[in-house]
């Protein structure tokens, strides 16, 4: 199937600071990329749907402002968590669609956030 | 509304026996039904997904899953469980009608017995 590499796959971070994860598919080209988030002992969240070119499209309840994505290319989306705080500590996970289609999707390895 | 309900939030069977892992679902329209698999601290691999056609659906490492409409479930099964099957196990629906959302279970975690 086809590959898609998120990193880092762990960070810790200061309270206050911001973080980037990057999303890559490596040999398809994604149309869409997903990003979900995992609170322990539950099931995945989606945070926001991006299509490459274009602002992102976010579900209800996540700030925006606070998860900064860029999908600047077809093969590259990146989450930033900014001003991250103590509660955003999660497993945040991407996934990239071939075609656009979520039911094609396929998932990074998910990225483990600390914030200290 | 829609829901996807995984009933057992853990099962622990022995290594090399049977397993069924449940899944029922509630969806307005016509779903598309998947099965993934998260290994602790990893993300998510596919292991199955039915779209039409035969209700009776093989997927990787063994697994197999039946859509049954009557019963709005998509069961996984396989029949002799191997301790590195242990992780945890998402049923999840979509439809070919929406894009961008698929319908997540609560997992059900699975612990392999030696």
């Known amino acids: 199937g086809a590959v898609v590499s998120q990193h880092p796959s762990r960070v810790i971070c200061k309270s206050g600071t911001s973080v980037k994860i990057e999303c890559r598919s490596l040999?398809?080209?994604?149309?869409?990329m997903f990003w979900y988030r995992q609170f322990p002992k539950q099931s995945l969240m989606l945070m926001a749907t991006s299509n490459e070119g274009s602002k992102a499209t976010y579900e209800q309840g996540v700030e925006k402002d606070k998860f900064l994505i860029n999908h600047a290319s077809l093969t590259l989306s990146t989450l930033t968590v900014t001003s991250a705080h103590p509660e955003d500590s999660s497993f945040y996970i991407c996934?990239?669609?071939?075609?656009?289609?979520?039911?094609?999707?396929?998932f990074g390895q998910g990225t483990r956030l600390t914030v200290v | 509304a829609q829901s996807v309900t995984q009933p057992d939030i853990h099962i622990t069977v022995s290594e090399g026996a049977s397993l069924e892992l449940r899944c029922n679902y509630s969806?307005?329209?016509?779903?598309?039904l998947f099965w993934y698999v998260q290994s602790p601290g990893q993300g998510l691999q596919l292991l199955l997904k039915y779209f039409s056609g035969d209700t009776l659906v093989q997927g990787i490492k063994g697994f197999e899953a039946e859509f049954k409409r009557s019963q709005s479930s998509f069961n996984l099964r396989k029949p002799s469980v191997h301790w590195s099957d242990a992780a945890e196990y998402f049923c999840?629906?979509?439809?070919?009608?929406?894009?961008?959302?698929?319908?997540w279970g609560a997992g059900t975690k699975l612990i392999i017995k030696p």
């Open positions: 999840a629906v979509g439809s070919p009608d929406s894009n961008y959302q698929l319908i």
């Open positions: 040999d398809f080209q994604a149309t869409t």
């Open positions: 969806y307005g329209a016509t779903p598309y």
């Open positions: 996934s990239a669609s071939p075609g656009g289609r979520v039911t094609e999707a396929f």
